[in-house]
């Protein structure tokens, strides 16, 4: 290993002031769902809502006047994209960013706010990566490497230096993995400091570069996540050799893991995580024997999600957990019906969203009709109590949302 202790260190020294030491708070309701003692490290409350603000800061702090002059460039389509346009900005050195075509309106907004200048191009990191350096060499530009790069390790590892000071008796750190640039560094920080100390790597199921890249298989990284922030193909060449050596374990999660998390998180401690900085929560409950019993400290990295996929996946949670219920109810269609309904409904406790009443292109009697209803309940006893109810009343009703009621 390239980078020590004594490296992360010296870059908590040198990025103090500058970015946010942020709470790491032990959350009493997430500990009995979880069945375990839970941290929280908040690096989702950062100045650009991500633990990239670490890395990005205490490598460019490495660059020589001409080089700061020249400016920098770096590939990302998201959080060290933000990282490094903030402090390059703060350096007064130009920054580029090489973002691919798909790259969401609101990352790339956020970037161009901050003052970089935001090139799309490809539609893949991969593709936006080789720009980028060709880029940098054509322009002599200083080019800032998400994650495979000593010094942003080495600012990445000063995670796992807040948390043990704030908890020294963690038992296991777990930790999201895309490029490997925070677990290696906080790995190396953690087993320095508290040697007994566990750490595990969290991926998404769809992109498991790096437990695949640790067990010699191809790699079978595809599709479309939520957690896009750590969705890598290509782990680092640096990183690979320190988790191999530091960590426990690769443990990987479901979208629907994700989602639970993203929901979870934000009903429960009303925290904005994205997909991949809910990752490691997502791992705790999915993975929930490992943990068990155990203090555990998780690493929530970053909460740069697209409002509206924040809202999808909180009313999906409502679903779930079986506070929202789509009906369909079959009615006689007569003057009055519509009302009758609704005085149900109501009177079982049941808080109608929308209706949808659609007379003409329904596979019911013509002297029938069906109508939808969006409905919002307590909870799971909630909704079964106003079908009962429904039903109880002479109605035929079908449930068109079907998933948490079905599973008990």
Known sequence: MTVTIDDIRKAAQAIAGSVVETPCIKSQTLSEV??????????????????????????????????????????????????????????????TIVMPAATPFVKIRNTEMLGAEVVLLGDSLEEASAYAHELAQKERLTFIHPYDDDLIIAGQGTVALEMLDAVPDLEALVVPVGGGGLIAGMAIAAKSLSP??????????????????????????????????????????????VIAELVEDMLLVSEGDLEYAVHLIAEIEKLVAEGAGAAALAAVFAHAPIFAGRRVGIVVSGGNIDSRLLASVLMRGLVRDGKMVRLRVEVSDLPGSLARITAIIAKLGGNIIEVEHERWFQDVPVR????????????RESTRRLLAGLEAEGLTVRRLSSTALDDD
């Open 34 to 95: 979880a069945g375990c003692e839970l941290f929280l490290k908040l690096e989702n409350l950062q100045y650009t809502a991500s633990f990239k603000d670490r890395g990005a800061l205490n490598r460019m702090l490495a660059l020589t006047p001409d080089e700061r002059e020249r400016g920098v460039i770096a590939m990302s389509a998201g959080n060290h994209a933000q990282a490094v346009a903030h402090h390059a900005r703060r350096l007064a050195a130009p920054a």
């Open 196 to 241: 007994g100390i566990e750490i595990y790597g969290v991926e998404a199921a769809l992109y498991p570069a790096m437990r695949e890249a640790l067990a010699g298989r191809p790699n079978t990284a595809h599709g479309l996540t939520i957690a896009e922030g750590i969705a890598v193909k290509a782990p680092g060449a640096r990183t690979l050799p």
């Open 368 to 379: 029938l009709t069906e109508i939808d209803f969006l409905v919002e309940t307590m909870d």
